[in-house]
């Protein structure tokens, strides 16, 4: 890829988190540092590897699943700029009668493929539409974003199963491996570990990747077989925070709420984060 | 009671006490949805079936010959298999859902209401084996609460069918209706509760019987037990409208309540808790719409303990629903 298509998606990147703080600064609580660690995904994603058309609905389309539905606030900014709602609802983020919350609801929200929030959910959803899409001799693909966190639920490997047991090579899962949950490290409240080898031992094609290396990102997605009979895990090793100095792997910032000169300050901070 | 075989497949047993899973029986309730679901498949891509590990008890491999294709076996893996049936209503699909109704209506609660209610995807969800049909499997095989928990949750569908013959109109008068819809069944092997001919339409209460003294509203196996009930009564001078309540959500107000009205005298029977089902949803309208005088007598299950242990058979009589159960509760209250 280019140096200027990768400048183009560090800035997307960089966008999705300025976006975020403001949005939160409506709502007054968000997951800040959720998004944070994904935000080099959703801009490969949404710039790069995703087929996507100007109609929401299309249904050929490649679907994306918020399986951790609280990364929400860091999607809605790209709906908006891909015309699929005004961008003016961002501007009432949360208030009263707004589409948008903290969870997505795909009722509400042209470009959101399922409502999500209780975790655990996700894979299976998109099992469920990988396997309908190739019923229906779809090229559509299904992406679930999946949090390391919500690896403890059991029905996710309920849903690994089943998706190595259909061949589903049209689900790709893509884990965001920050390592932390609300009460502090994944391996101090619950380990997941040996994540790479569980997966393989699932019977799935696996990958791991630095999530915030945008190149290493577009290899990977554009590497991904157009015909597999075996679906596909991306661990996406990434810091949770990432991209504000002061949160990255910070235990306090799952949840939070900076306003008026913090926030301010915090974008700063972003927009002059020193990418290596 | 008679000792079933359980490699008697295909051999007519006496119903009365049989109730083995493998038993093969054409009229069973899960048997016909198959075989309609397999017939309503020929002409529509749409419709697949998902199971979990319950192919040969549900009946549900004979859609598989038909439909191998459209035909997944999810594994003991419930919750996955609802949360899949959502996702696959969002490609275009109509996944019909067939598991114990333990299984559906309480292990998969949040599935049902967050994946499949909350986006309104068109989730048809077959919860066989209902109430306490499961006999001495016991309690974590009987479903004695699901019909309260799904009615609590919005933009879902309810219908308890009473046979074969209201089942299969079920199936096929709801196949485009919008959203999910739950249908609870039975095991299906009990007589057929209606005639040939009688008229069954989804969303409006059935009046099977017609009689001065009171009201019976039943659904599911009830609706047998109440109409025997009523012949019954019937040479005893007691003559009582026999209702069928099958559909409870959308629950058919005004079809209840014109026929609450000519007597205010209310039976309702269901294999349910007395608690949360369709006495309740019948006391709720009653309530809302300032209806007074009324008499409400709820025939259930007691809504503060867990069954005991037997036999289907033996566990309807010990609870008072069947024919003889019904017919002695209403015997007692005119009285």
Redesign the interface.
Known sequence: MSTANLAHLRERAQWIRTETVRLIEIAKSGHYTSVFSAAELFSVLYYHTMRISDDPQW?DRDRLILSKGHCAVGVYPILAEKGYFPVAWLDNYARIGSPLGDHP???KVPGI???S??LG?GL??????????K??Q?PGRVFVLLGDGELNEG?IW??G??AA??KLGNLIGIIDRNGMGLDGMTEETMRIEPLADKWRAFGWQVSEVDGHDLQALVDLFDALPAQSDQPQMIIAHTIKGKGVTWMENSRVWHLGYLAGQDAQRTIEDIRSYQWT | MTTIDIHSAGIEMQEQDSWHLGMLRTQAHSAIAARVLAELADSD?RI?VLTADLGFSNRTVEFSYRHP??F?N??I?E??MV???????????I?YVATFASFLGLLCC??IR??CA???LPVRLLGHHAGISLGYYGTSHHATEDIGIMRSIANLKIICPADAYSLEHALRQTVHEEGPIYFRLGRGREADAYQPGEGWEYGKVSILRRGGDAVIFANGIMVAAARQAAESLAQEGITVTVADLHTIQPFDTEGVLSLIEETRQVFVAEEHNTRGGVATAVADAIVDNGMAGVKLVRIGFPSDEYSAIAAPYPLYQYYGLDAVGVAERVRTVLR
């Open positions: 249904p609801d795909m009722k493929d399922f409502s929030g209780s959910h299976s959803i998109g099992l469920g539409m990988a396997l309908g899409l019923t229906r779809s029905q309920e849903a199963q089943a047991h259909f | 891509p697949c294709e459209r997944f999810l594994g893996a919750q996955n949360s899949a049936a959502a996702g696959l209503a969002t490609t275009g699909m996944p949040e599935h967050t994946d909350y986006p309104n």
